[in-house]
């Protein structure tokens, strides 16, 4: 298998943790590409030039971040059905779309001044707001282990503390700070830290 990744995509990052826990990295050769200069093998494989892609001989690549999770965790045997499963990819869906929101201010600041939507940039920091809220308000508590769902939240987290320290949320949102530091402090974090 090859990974297609951008170091500091938290979504590569996101599958590079889980790869680890299923002890499936070994397996994954992972390949550095720049989705603005994207080289042919990687188009070929998404045409939408967009990280994390996984090709897999013999299959068409997969796509989007959710996608190759579940791809793994079939690899795996650990792809559960059910209410306990649909619960686990809502809180990942929550998680990706803080990820999504941060992406969204990360490159709109990367826009010329003069180009820049204060409508939009707005709109994308009450989405990080709201959602932070909502894991203070109980959803992370239903994190207790390190399972996909925690594996997102963590890297939306630690992205928001990458890219966008300006926030400063953690103190607006102690319980859910709190379990992100000891998040922090899980061996595949360290090992996938971008910085």
Same mark, same amino acid.
């Given at each position: ?92 869906? @929550?998680?990706?779309?803080? %990820?999504?929101? &941060? $992406? *969204? ?8 001044? =003069?180009?820049? /939507? ?29 399972? @996909?769902?925690?594996?997102? %939240?963590?890297? &939306? $987290? *630690? ?8 926030? =400063?949320?953690? /103190? ?24």
């Amino acid at each position: 298998m090859k990974l297609f990744y951008a170091k500091t995509s938290p979504y590569t990052r996101k599958l590079l943790l889980l790869a680890r826990h299923l002890g499936q990295i070994d397996e994954i050769e992972i390949v550095a590409v720049d989705p603005l200069k994207a080289p042919p093998e990687f188009l070929d494989a998404n045409p939408l030039s967009k990280v994390p892609t996984l090709a897999v001989a013999g299959e068409p690549a997969l796509f989007d971040s959710r996608v190759i999770a579940e791809y793994l965790l079939d690899r795996a045997g650990m792809n559960d059905s059910g209410r306990a499963k649909t619960e686990e990819l809502k809180r990942q869906a @929550l998680a990706d779309g803080i %990820t999504d929101a &941060a $992406l *969204d201010i990360v490159q709109e600041n990367r826009r010329p001044e =003069a180009q820049r /939507s204060a409508y939009w940039m707005e709109r994308w920091r009450a989405a990080i707001e709201r959602g932070l809220a909502h894991l203070e308000d109980g959803a992370i508590n239903a994190l207790g282990q390190w399972r @996909l769902d925690a594996m997102a %939240t963590a890297c &939306a $987290l *630690d992205y928001l503390n990458f890219r966008l320290p300006e926030l =400063a949320w953690e /103190s607006r949102f102690p319980a859910t700070a709190k379990w992100y530091r000891a998040a922090l402090k899980q061996d595949d974090m360290i090992a996938t830290d971008p910085r």
